[in-house]
């Protein structure tokens, strides 16, 4: 009885107090009630880099058993699942770029001079994308242009989010966006509006 009377305590705890307690006690049980918040959270990340069901699973699995050992590493500077959206597109990031059997393949678009007024229009034609070719051409852009996109877009974090979870300056993170979106909209373009 006294062991489900402090599940329910630390059940009512905030994430970065559950966090807190478990790299104080490193208590696996704590760890479980972490889990439960976010596996499924995770889960869908994960399920958007990978290729099948086993290894969205694989991943999923991959990713808590990083974060029960990377959990001291989180400071607060940001909210915990702040922290841990970058965190899964991180590990997802390089899972695919270190398994190059499954690599998902790379389109290099130059950006020129010209190009300025494209990414000045890129939130507007953004938005103005159909879902499903969006899709194919997140599959097209490279995993870290991916990965900030859909922190920004799909989570709704902010560019001080973004540049606390990413450990680079605001200036940086709104090139890198403008970049990503940039080469987004060129492949849809391009690519994708070729095949109708």
Same mark, same amino acid.
């Given at each position: 009885?006294?062991?489900?009377?402090?599940?329910?305590?630390?059940?009512?705890?905030?994430?970065?107090?559950?966090?807190?307690?478990?790299?104080? +006690?490193? =208590?696996?049980?704590?760890?479980?009630?972490?889990?439960?918040?976010?596996?499924?959270? $995770?889960?869908?990340?994960?399920?958007?880099?990978?290729?099948?069901?086993?290894?969205?699973?694989? *991943?999923?699995?991959?990713?808590?058993?990083?974060?029960?050992?990377?959990?001291?590493?989180?400071?607060?500077?940001?909210?915990?699942?702040?922290? *841990?959206?970058?965190? +899964?597109?991180?590990?997802?990031?390089?899972? $695919?770029?270190?398994?190059?059997?499954?690599?998902?393949?790379?389109?290099?678009?130059?950006?020129?001079?010209?190009?300025?007024?494209? !990414?000045?229009?890129? &939130?507007? =034609?953004?938005?103005? *994308?159909?879902?499903?070719?969006?899709?194919?051409?997140?599959?097209?852009?490279?995993?870290? &242009?991916?990965? !900030?996109?859909?922190?920004?877009?799909? &989570?709704?974090?902010?560019?001080?989010?973004?540049?606390?979870?990413?450990?680079?300056?605001?200036?940086?993170?709104?090139?890198?966006?403008?970049?990503?979106?940039?080469?987004? !909209?060129?492949?849809?373009?391009?690519?994708?509006?070729?095949?109708?």
């Amino acid at each position: 009885m006294q062991h489900l009377e402090t599940d329910n305590t630390f059940r009512n705890l905030t994430d970065e107090e559950l966090v807190a307690q478990i790299v104080k +006690t490193k =208590n696996s049980l704590l760890f479980e009630i972490l889990y439960d918040r976010y596996s499924s959270m $995770v889960y869908n990340k994960c399920y958007g880099f990978a290729k099948t069901v086993d290894e969205t699973k694989d *991943l999923t699995q991959d990713i808590f058993l990083k974060l029960y050992v990377k959990l001291p590493s989180f400071k607060g500077t940001s909210k915990f699942s702040t922290w *841990l959206y970058a965190f +899964t597109y991180n590990s997802c990031v390089n899972h $695919v770029n270190r398994n190059t059997a499954k690599k998902i393949e790379k389109v290099s678009v130059p950006l020129h001079e010209d190009n300025h007024l494209m !990414i000045e229009t890129d &939130d507007y =034609n953004l938005f103005q *994308l159909k879902v499903d070719k969006l899709q194919k051409a997140l599959e097209m852009v490279s995993p870290e &242009d991916k990965m !900030i996109l859909l922190l920004k877009y799909q &989570d709704d974090l902010s560019i001080k989010d973004l540049s606390t979870v990413l450990e680079i300056g605001e200036s940086a993170v709104k090139m890198r966006l403008k970049r990503a979106k940039a080469r987004i !909209i060129e492949i849809y373009n391009e690519k994708l509006n070729a095949y109708g």
